[in-house]
């Protein structure tokens, strides 16, 4: 069986630390395929678009420019239970908070800088893969 979708990012930080061979390593040893991967960078319309949702937050400026500033990649990954089994290999939000072994406890440099994005739904995982993949490049 196929599994389901979900959608993540390795941020700026971690790809400008070197971090990303690691990151996508753990990601395959956890059991998620890699259905569309690319390298790029977000334009702050980009990352404004994307982050459409937290506009009210205190937070969007920052967020908004630190995901502009260097290149990603992004990825579509499949695996049963996506969405919920991705959000605990990468950990909480705060990696002073995650857990132990978790790629943001292990890779993150602060909340803001907190290298890798996880879709928080099903719904989330497939606008949010839309935004990045073309029909052609996601199969
Ligand atoms: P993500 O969407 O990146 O997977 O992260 P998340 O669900 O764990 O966290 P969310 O609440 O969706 O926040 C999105 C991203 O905004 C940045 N943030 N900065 N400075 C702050 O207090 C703060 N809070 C959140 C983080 O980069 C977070 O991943
Ligand atoms: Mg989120």
Same mark, same amino acid.
Not at 10 to 20: E, F, M, R, S, T
Not at 108 to 135: C, P, R, W
């Given at each position: 069986?196929?599994?389901?979708?979900?959608f993540t990012m390795i941020?700026?930080?971690? *790809?400008?630390?070197? &971090?990303? @061979?690691?990151? $996508?390593?753990?990601? $395959?040893?956890? +059991? %998620? !395929?890699v *259905?569309a991967l690319k390298y790029t960078q977000l334009? =702050?319309?980009?990352?404004?678009? %994307?982050?459409?949702?937290?506009?009210?937050?205190? %937070?969007?400026?920052? $967020? *908004?420019?630190?995901?502009?500033? +260097?290149p990603i990649y992004a990825a579509i990954?499949?695996? =049963?239970?996506?969405?919920?089994?991705? !959000?605990? $290999?990468? @950990?909480?939000?705060?990696?002073?908070?995650?857990?132990? @072994?978790?790629?943001?406890? !292990?890779?993150?440099?602060?909340?803001?800088?907190?290298?890798? &994005? @996880?879709? =928080?739904?099903?719904?989330?995982?497939?606008?949010?893969g839309?935004f990045f993949f073309s029909? !052609?490049e996601r &199969?």
């Amino acid at each position: 069986m196929a599994g389901n979708r979900t959608f993540t990012m390795i941020k700026p930080d971690a *790809v400008g630390n070197g &971090h990303a @061979g690691k990151i $996508l390593d753990q990601i $395959l040893e956890a +059991g %998620f !395929r890699v *259905v569309a991967l690319k390298y790029t960078q977000l334009t =702050d319309a980009d990352a404004k678009a %994307f982050y459409a949702v937290h506009k009210e937050r205190p %937070f969007y400026g920052e $967020l *908004v420019e630190y995901m502009s500033s +260097g290149p990603i990649y992004a990825a579509i990954l499949e695996k =049963d239970n996506a969405v919920a089994d991705f !959000r605990t $290999l990468i @950990g909480a939000t705060n990696p002073a908070e995650a857990a132990e @072994g978790t790629i943001r406890q !292990r890779f993150a440099e602060s909340i803001a800088a907190n290298a890798i &994005h @996880g879709s =928080d739904s099903d719904e989330n995982a497939a606008i949010e893969g839309n935004f990045f993949f073309s029909e !052609r490049e996601r &199969h």
